[in-house]
Structures are given as C-alpha cells and as structure tokens.
C-alpha cells in the first residue's frame, strides 16, 4: 500500500517537473521572440499558471486527503475564497519579506511581484491544494514530526527546498560578470524554480530511502 | 609588448630606464633582421636552407626579447614573504581555534582555568625573553615581529598541551557510566546540526571575503546575512515546535495546534528589525566600483545644503532624533528604578546628558550655518566651533570618570526603625505653653508607631529596600553606551545621526529576540550565550560600519573628524588618528563595548519562566532572609559561573572575529596576484585588522566596566550589612 502510494508520488511530482520544462520549451514555437531570459516577466506568468492548473488537477484527480465531508455548494464556494485570500496574502506577504531583503522598492515593482507570486505557488498553493484553507494544520505540518502523511513530507520538502533556492539565487547577484541572467530577479525565480523541482525529485526518493523510519501518527 | 612598454614608459617611472633602452635594441635589431629575410624570401620561390636557419635564429631572438621583458616586468612586482604570510596565517588560525575550544569549556575548577590560561601565558613570556637574549647575544637587531610571533606560538602550544592533558581525564570521568552508540550518535548529529544552522551564515560571510565582488557589494551582503540568520532562527523555533502551545492529549487527538501569544511580540520585534536593516541602507558611501551608485544624501554636512528651509528642517529633526535619544535611555533607567539616587552618576543622567544635548546642537548650528550670513560675528563663530565640542568632550569624559569610579545606580531606602529619636530635645524649661502643646503629639506618634511595628513584626519584617538593583549592570553598560555615543555622533555629519538612532534601535530590538528566543526555547542555560546571538551581533556591527557612512576604502575616511574641536592644524599625530580612528570604526566601538548586554539582557527582562511576584519598578532586597534573587542578582547566586560566563561570552566574541580577520588574510595571501588586490582585498584587511584590534580593546573595556560594577555592588553590600 505504502509503495503504490511512494509510486503515486513520484509519478506526480515527474509530471509537475515535465510541466515547468514544458514551460520554458514549448512557447518559444508559438511566439518567435520568446526566451526564458529574455522575455522573464512572460515566462514567470506562464509558469504559476501552468504549475497552479496542474496542481490543482493533480490534487482533484488523485485526492490524496479524502476527508468524507458533506460538501455542499456553498461551503465549496467559501472554502474556494479562503484559498484565493489566503494565496493573494502569502503573495503580498511575500513580496513585503523580499523588499525587506534588499529589493528595490519603487522600481521593479512588477517584477518583485511576479516573483513573490511565484514562490506562492510553489509554496501556499501546493499547502491549500494538499491541505486546505486550514491554518492549524499548515503549523502542524511544518514542524518536526508534524508530518501525517507521504504527501505532508512532500509538501515539507519541496517548500524547504523552493525557498532555499530562492535564497541562494540571490548570491550571484553583486558579481561583476555582467550575464543576463544577473538581472534582477532572474537569478532568484530560476533559484527557486530549479529548487522546487529538485525538491519534486528528491521528495519521492527520500521517502523511499526513510520508509521505515517514517511512521504516521494515525489520526 | 613593444608598444605597452614604450606607453607605459611614458606614463609611470618604475622601469628602469637602461633596462628599456636594452629592451628597445634587442628589439628594433630583430625587427631589422625580420625584415631583410622578408626582402630575401621575396624574391626566391624557393626558401633556401641558411635562410631557414636565420629564420630560427631569429625566432629565437624574439622569444629572448619576450622573456627579457618578462624579468624586467617581474622585478617590479612587489614582494612578499611566502613564508612569514603563512606563518601569520597559522597563528591566528591556531588562535581562532584557541578561542573556540575555551569558550566551549565546561565550567570547571580555578585550577583548570590556571592550568590552561596562565600557564601558556607563562609559557610566553618565558620564550619572548629567551629569544630577546638570543638576539642581544648574537648582535642582531630585535626583530620585534619574530620575537613576539614566536612567544604566541609558544603560549598557544603550552594551551593546546595543558588542554589535551585534562582531556582524557574528563573523558574517562565521562566513560565510567556505559555508552549507548546510537543515542551518543544521534546526540552528537542533533549538537552538530544545531550549532550548523549559525556556524553556516559565518561560513559565508568568510567566503564572501574571497570574492572581490563580494567585497565591493558586502555593505548589502552583511545586512542580507543578518537577515537570514534572524529568519533562520524563526524557522528553527517553529519547527521546533516552540512556537505553538503545548498540545494536551485531546489536542494531539484533532490535530489542533495554535501559536502561543508571546510570538505575536516576537514577530513585531523581527518585522521591525527587518525595517530597521532595510532603511540602514540609505546611509551607504558609494565606492568607484560600483559606476551607477550615488551616495547617500545623508552624508554631506548640513552647511552644503543650499536650501535653507531644508537646512533647518533637517537640523531640528537631527536635535530632535538626540533629544528622543536622551528621553528614551532616561525612560529606560526610570522604568528599572535607576535614576532615584543622588550619587554623582545619577545626577549626571538627569542633567549632564540634556547638556551634552545642547553643547551638540550648538556646534552643529554654528558649524552648519553659512559663511557670510553672520559677518561681525566671525570671531564668535570661531571661538564657538571650538568651544563647544570641547565643552562635549569635557562632559563626556567627567560622565566616564564618574561611572568609573562609583557605578552604582541604586537607591536604598531605609524602613527600619529610626534611632533618632523625634522628640525636640529639652532645652530647659518650658518658657510657654506652646512648647507643651508640641512635645505630646509626639509622644503619641511614637507610641502608635512602636505599637505598629510590633504588631506587624510576624508579617513584614523591616527591610532596607533598593531600588534599581535588578538593572544595576545593564544601567552602567547603558549610560555608558550613551555617552560614547554622543561622542561619537559629534564626530560625524549631521545627518548621520538617524543612521546612529538606527543603530540604537537594531541593537535594542536584536536584544529583546535574543531574550524572547531564548524564553520560547525554555531549556537553555542562563549563563551561556548561543552562538546565533554573537554572531548576529557582530553581523550588526558589520552592517552599520557601512550604514555610517564608511567603506574600507582609503578614499572614504572621514579627514573633516579630526578637526572637530581643533579649529588650526595639530601637533602631534596621535590625536587626528584617535579622533579619525573613533569615527572610522563607531560601530565596532559601540558593539564591543555593549557585548555583556547580550549576556545580561535575559536577567533584565525575566522570561516567563522565572517568577514575577513583585512589581517590576523596585526590587526589595531583604537583608534578614534572603529570599530568591530576582533579576541581575540572579548572577550574583554564583559568582564563579557569573565570570565564567563573562569569559566565554568574551572568547565566543573573539572567535567570530578571529573567523572573519582569518579571511580577509588567507583572502590577501591566495589572492595576492589578483588583479584587485590592491583596489580591493588589501584595503578591506587592514580595514578588518584595525577594526579587530579596535573591537578587542573595547571587548575588554566593556567585560572590565562590569566587573567594576561587580565589585561595587559586593562592597555595596558588604556595607549593609555591617550597617
């Protein structure tokens, strides 16, 4: 049971990491100017587009939490804005701790949003999707132990690894090699993109490695 | 090459010019050579053999012309000692690792500490006055350099050898109980993965010394560093599992868990400290490496400004932002009950420091005010740009001296019963009613008194209460701090003084996380300082070096500092220096003497956790039981522990900065050759040396400002007591 679920998994997260390769790949036949470096702005919309649809199918398709709720329409309804007030404030939320780090205020606002808007959907949109509108249990999970399920680890996991690639984007910024991709904030969203898919990658695999010593408290 | 050498011979003079004449002979008759075989070969279609090897010849002509430049070139390198720099490199290695080993010391017996301190010291002394008598007898100079490099060697080898002969001891003591392999592991892993977390922001600090990107940049690396560690520290917490309410057993069964209300404090303290980084970043000197930075408005004096609305504007926000400083520190030591004495110090805070305020305010109004506006009061002006900062001066040393010599910020009050008696004294007989009428009332109140205080006796005994004893460490390091501070913002530009109210803040607020961090953790020990703490402190002094408007370049040192208060040029040397040397390095200055803070601040302010029973303005001592100490006094239970936590807070404080100077070294050693050595990696060394020798100094003067204040507080009582 526990590897079929391991081999649900894996199988999820390889499609999400083929969909942001398919993102960078695939626009450039149908528009001639596109490049990932180039047109950045673009690329970043086309990609939180891409990995939010794809998430949120996964997550209506696999179920991976099939809590047996009476859901009626309106409760679909109100647990749907919570998700989108919750995602449009990690958003702000976001962009505030980015400028605090050192991004410039008054210009570039755009693309400082872009980039917290992409960094919410590698992180509070794979927790509304695999959690819900649910803030108790977001602080259950992101502590040690807190984890109730592989897809929780998985969770941990990529939001760790995402935002350390973010953070480790930044380094290449003060160098003097005058690259394109220094530009700001190339650098962090291709760090917090090739995190997040490391961490898509490494999530299965580590809890393969760990599956013995990881044992779920059943609720 | 021939042309660069020509050109180069024109602009600069360090090749020797018969070198180049050479050069230039060797060269023009290859050339000649060249170009009669080119004529040769024209004609023929075949290359006849001579001609072939005239053409070997020549090539190899003009490979000796290439190397020939080559030595010349060389020679005017400059030279360096491989062996001495690596010999550098290894004392402050060793010595770096020195600081990490003895600050990691379990508290352990006097004779321990004067086995592995005293003795090394013995040690070298010993080697330093062997080699002095070598020297003398051989007849060769003292090198003063090898002498005392040689005699730290020695001390740091006697530590190593004292430290490895108590080791296995301690390790036999600790073998005697049996060792489960897998726990010991794991402990060890969660030891290692705990002191990472702060160790790894230091790691690249030190590698960002290597990069001379990084260099340039490091006014937005150490802000960006400070930052991260602080999120990290959050992070930590929360996964922890510290940061929520401790879940009962129908909680763990929901799955319910909600934050405790104190993190909603500690998120406001980390938002505001995250500002404060941010807008300290307006205060940063441009460097000529960075082509499209501007510098900061903040850092040229009031008197360029043209605008005199905006000239005054700004000078009443900077009195303002001084007199906001002196209301908050005098609001600080009222709160803790400091500022209820009469002693000398205390009358100093309440009046020298408003002063100070004033005399500050009046030179800047004098020296920002324009030249030809006040016209016949020329002399005055110039007698007052003179006047008044020795007037700051005057009062800041008299505010040093009086904490030096009677520190103690304490009001004792006295509720015992009087002696005295209060009855007017007979002196003769009564000449009139009235007197009759005066002594009866008396009588009753004493009776009525003497009838309370025996009814009272089971309850509440007659104490001797003491106001501000909980803070009295803290307070001195405070009015301390204050005063170096006001010294040091009439050093600098007007406007600077936001950037100094900055300072105050940041530190301020990374004092509290520190306390509220460690309250949330709740199994640490009081008397140790975590890592995470000092190096974010010294993070912060890093980042306001460059936020007062500094960058370790020579071109950025402020020469106006030194004329502050001497109007025509100097004497001697040693002033300029000092007054250029204290406005260079301000925030390492302030930093390192408020280091202690970080060890006291978690007394200041008792965490939940420890006991709150009596209100926080007085703290009542009670001289017939002692009853459990509250606050400071809490260091005074043990005193041993007390020192040895001062001492480690010390060695952690040098290892961090040991760390970084190690850096800058092996960074101007390995890249010696660079291109930028010179522009960049040689000017940030002996920026960060200086600042090391700076901040050490200070460390010292702050470690032995409180136990000046200690040894006060035990006369203090040694007083009461025989009262």
Redesign the interface.
């Known amino acids: 049971m526990k590897e079929a679920e391991i081999r649900r998994l894996l199988a999820a997260n390889l499609l999400c990491v083929f969909s942001i390769i398919l993102t960078a790949v695939l626009p450039a036949f149908f528009w001639d100017r596109f490049t990932v470096l180039g047109t950045h702005l673009t690329w970043l919309c086309i990609c939180s587009v891409c990995v939010s649809t794809l998430n949120i199918v996964l997550h209506l398709v696999l179920k991976p939490n099939l809590t047996p709720k009476r859901s009626s329409f309106a409760h679909k309804i109100s647990r749907f804005l919570k998700c989108c007030i919750y995602f449009f404030m990690s958003c702000i939320l976001f962009h505030a701790?980015i400028?605090?780090?050192?991004a410039p205020l008054l210009e570039s606002v755009t693309e400082t949003f872009l980039f917290a808007v992409l960094l919410s959907t590698f992180t509070t949109l794979q927790c509304l999707c695999i959690l819900g509108p649910n803030i108790?249990?977001w602080?259950?999970v992101?502590?040690?132990n807190?984890a109730?399920s592989i897809w929780e680890t998985s969770l941990q996991i990529t939001t760790m690894c995402s935002i350390l690639g973010a953070?480790f984007g930044?380094f290449p910024i003060?160098?003097?090699w005058d690259r394109p991709w220094q530009v700001w904030p190339i650098s962090c969203s291709l760090g917090a993109t090739f995190g997040y898919m490391a961490g898509l990658i490494i999530a299965p695999l580590w809890i393969h490695w760990n599956r013995k010593q990881l044992t779920y408290k059943s609720? | 090459v021939d042309r660069f050498l020509h050109s180069y011979s024109l602009v600069a003079q360090d090749l020797p010019a018969e070198q180049l004449q050479r050069l230039q002979e060797l060269f023009s008759s290859a050339v000649e050579e060249h170009t009669r075989l080119l004529a040769q070969v024209q004609g023929a279609t075949l290359v006849p053999p001579e001609l072939e090897s005239r053409l070997g010849s020549l090539i190899s002509r003009f490979q000796l012309y290439l190397r020939e430049a080559r030595a010349v070139c060389t020679q005017s390198w400059a030279r360096f000692h491989p062996l001495r720099m690596l010999g550098g490199c290894t004392l402050i290695a060793a010595s770096c690792l020195l600081c990490y080993v003895a600050s990691e010391l379990a508290a352990a017996s006097d004779s321990f500490y004067r086995s592995c301190l005293l003795y090394p010291l013995l040690w070298g002394l010993m080697v330093a006055v062997l080699l002095g008598l070598a020297c003398a007898f051989t007849q060769e100079g003292l090198d003063l350099l090898l002498v005392s490099s040689w005699a730290a060697a020695a001390s740091q080898l006697g530590f190593f050898w004292h430290w490895w002969g108590q080791h296995p001891k301690r390790a036999r003591l600790a073998g005697s109980q049996p060792p489960l392999a897998s726990i010991g592991q794991r402990q060890r892993l969660q030891a290692w993965l705990g002191l990472a977390f702060p160790m790894s922001i230091l790691l690249f600090r030190c590698g960002a010394m290597f990069?001379?990107?990084?260099v340039?940049?490091e006014a937005?690396?150490a802000?960006?560093l400070l930052?991260?560690l602080v999120m990290l520290l959050v992070g930590k917490l929360?996964?922890?599992?510290r940061l929520?309410v401790p879940e009962g057993p129908r909680q763990q069964?929901l799955?319910?868990?909600?934050?405790r209300r104190e993190i909603w404090y500690l998120l406001c303290l980390v938002a505001m400290l995250?500002?404060c980084?941010?807008l300290s970043?307006f205060f940063h000197q441009c460097r000529e490496e960075i082509p499209q930075c501007r510098p900061s408005l903040f850092l040229s004096p009031l008197a360029s400004l043209r605008n005199t609305r905006a000239k005054n504007l700004f000078y009443l926000l900077c009195v303002a932002l001084l007199a906001g400083l002196v209301y908050a520190v005098r609001s600080w030591l009222r709160h803790y009950g400091n500022l209820n004495s009469s002693d000398p110090l205390v009358l100093f805070v309440r009046w020298g420091f408003p002063l100070v305020v004033l005399c500050i305010a009046c030179y800047w109004a004098v020296a920002s005010s324009a030249d030809d506006s006040l016209g016949k009061l020329q002399e005055l002006v110039q007698v007052a740009v003179v006047a008044f900062p020795w007037a700051v001066y005057g009062l800041a040393s008299m505010g040093l001296l009086l904490l030096l010599c009677n520190p103690m910020t304490v009001f004792a009050k006295d509720t015992r019963e009087s002696a005295g008696s209060i009855v007017t004294p007979y002196l003769g007989v009564p000449s009139s009613e009235v007197d009759f009428l005066h002594v009866i009332p008396q009588i009753y109140k004493r009776m009525q008194e003497s009838q309370k205080s025996r009814l009272e006796r089971g309850s509440c005994k007659a104490t001797i209460a003491a106001y501000g004893l909980g803070s009295v460490y803290s307070a001195a390091l405070v009015i301390a701090l204050t005063l170096l501070g006001f010294l040091l913002m009439l050093l600098h530009s007007e406007r600077l003084s936001l950037a100094f109210l900055l300072l105050f803040l940041e530190a301020f607020v990374l004092l509290h996380i520190h306390t509220h961090a460690r309250g949330l953790a709740g199994d640490a020990e009081p008397f140790s300082v975590p890592w995470y703490a000092v190096i974010s402190w010294l993070l912060a002094a890093s980042q306001f070096f460059y936020s007062t408007g500094h960058q370790p370049i020579f071109p950025a040192i402020h020469w106006n500092a030194a004329f502050v208060g001497f109007h025509l040029d100097h004497s001697t040397n040693l002033l300029p220096a000092v007054l250029v040397g204290a406005n260079t390095f301000a925030s390492h200055i302030l930093f390192a003497v408020g280091c202690p803070l970080l060890l006291l601040w978690p007394f200041v302010c008792e965490m939940p956790g420890s006991q709150k029973r009596k209100p926080r303005k007085e703290h009542r001592e009670e001289l017939q039981e002692v009853e459990e100490h509250m606050m400071e006094m809490r260091l005074r239970e043990s005193p041993g522990k007390f020192s040895t936590a001062l001492l480690h807070l010390g060695l952690k404080y040098l290892f961090v900065l040991g760390t970084q100077l190690l850096a800058c070294v092996c960074a101007a050693m390995i890249l010696r050759r660079h291109l930028m050595v010179w522009k960049v990696f040689a000017p940030k060394f002996l920026f960060e040396s200086l600042g090391f020798m700076v901040s050490s100094i200070c460390l010292l003067l702050g470690i032995s400002l409180v136990m000046r204040v200690d040894c006060a507080v035990s006369t203090w009582f040694r007083h009461l007591q025989l009262r």
């Open positions: 701790i400028v605090l780090y050192g108790q249990a602080i259950r992101f502590s040690k807190g109730m953070w930044a003060p160098l003097d609720r | 990069s001379d990107s990084f340039v940049a937005r690396v802000p960006f930052a991260s929360h996964w922890d599992g929520t069964l799955g319910f868990s909600s934050y995250l500002v980084v941010r970043g």
